[in-house]
């Protein structure tokens, strides 16, 4: 509720849960991203990913890719509030 209120967009319970293993009609143009849905179609709502981690670190990262993330760091801080 607290991210449809932040984005202006109404809230409906709808949201929280879905058919598992149906793909939207709207999703259907993503298929260049082939592979990165596949958990969200199998499942059927919100799960909290117990692996996630909220702090990631880039040993690797080029200076163009260091930048990028620190340039929108604050913007994923800010979204994963809404995570739980």
């Known amino acids: 509720r607290l ?3 932040y984005i ?3 809230f409906t319970e709808a949201l929280l849960q879905w058919q598992p293993n149906v793909v939207p009609s709207s999703w259907r143009d993503l298929d260049a991203f082939e592979g990165w849905l596949d ?3 199998s499942s059927s709502g919100w799960i909290t990913n117990p692996s996630f981690d909220a702090n990631p670190t880039y040993p ?3 200076d163009i890719q260091q930048e990028c993330i620190d340039e ?3 913007y ?3 979204l994963l509030r809404f995570a739980d």
Do not use: F, I, K, R
Request: hydrophobic fraction near 35%; charged fraction near 15%; glycine fraction near 6%.
């Open 76 to 78: 994923y801080e800010q």
């Open 60 to 62: 690797d990262c080029a």
């Open 72 to 74: 929108n760091m604050p």
């Open 3 to 5: 991210l449809c209120d």
């Open 39 to 41: 958990n969200v179609v």
């Open 8 to 10: 202006g967009v109404p």
